[in-house]
């Protein structure tokens, strides 16, 4: 028997600021048919069946970095919805910050895919002021900012009226 149903992906990302919160590490990903430019990435992977979103977070840093995280707290559940090459892709993404353990390099740094195909890393203006790439999941933009916004002791901004 064929099951025909779409595969919705499980995932466990990390937002990983620098010590003065101006940046934050994501992957460069190759052009695609919707980004010919390629876009950003935050760290991280797919939740292994029978595996926590936590242990998923730790994992994967762990085997694409070479590193291990401190501060490890969890923010949200994301959904992303997202064409890639032309194919719809649908993800369900646990979202955490921490920090790295080594940080990776500002130049120069990269992780491993699965394959062993190395992706860079890059650090990302925090408010996404002057990047012409976009970030994925886009939807955790708002929580790129707000830790941001916390370390620099500013309150989050309503969501109605952005004061």
């Known amino acids: 028997m064929t099951n025909d149903r779409p595969v919705i992906q499980v995932k466990a990302m990390l937002i990983v600021p620098n010590a003065d919160h101006t940046a934050h590490a994501v992957s460069l990903n190759a052009?695609?048919?919707?980004n010919p430019g390629g876009y950003h990435r935050l760290i991280g992977g797919t939740v292994e069946v029978g595996e926590s979103?936590?242990?998923?977070?730790r994992?994967?840093?762990?085997e694409e970095l070479g590193a291990t995280i401190g501060d490890l707290a969890f923010l949200a559940t994301v959904e992303n919805i997202f064409t890639l090459d032309g194919v719809l892709g649908h993800e369900i993404v646990f979202l955490y910050?921490?920090?790295?353990?080594?940080t990776p390099q500002t130049a120069g740094a990269t992780l491993t895919e699965n394959?062993?195909?190395p992706v860079p890393v890059v650090w990302r203006s925090i408010t996404g002021d002057g990047e012409v790439l976009p970030l994925y999941p886009s939807a955790a933009e708002p929580w790129v900012i707000d830790l941001a916004n916390l370390a620099h002791?500013?309150?989050r901004p309503c969501a109605e009226c952005g004061h």
Do not use: K, Y
Not at 31 to 34: A, C, K, L, V
Not at 53 to 57: C, E, P, T
Not at 97 to 102: I, K, M, N, V
């Open 153 to 155: 002791g500013r309150a």
């Open 115 to 117: 394959d062993g195909t």
């Open 97 to 102: 910050s921490g920090r790295l353990d080594p």
């Open 31 to 34: 052009p695609t048919t919707e």
């Open 53 to 57: 979103h936590r242990d998923a977070i």
């Open 59 to 62: 994992r994967e840093v762990e």
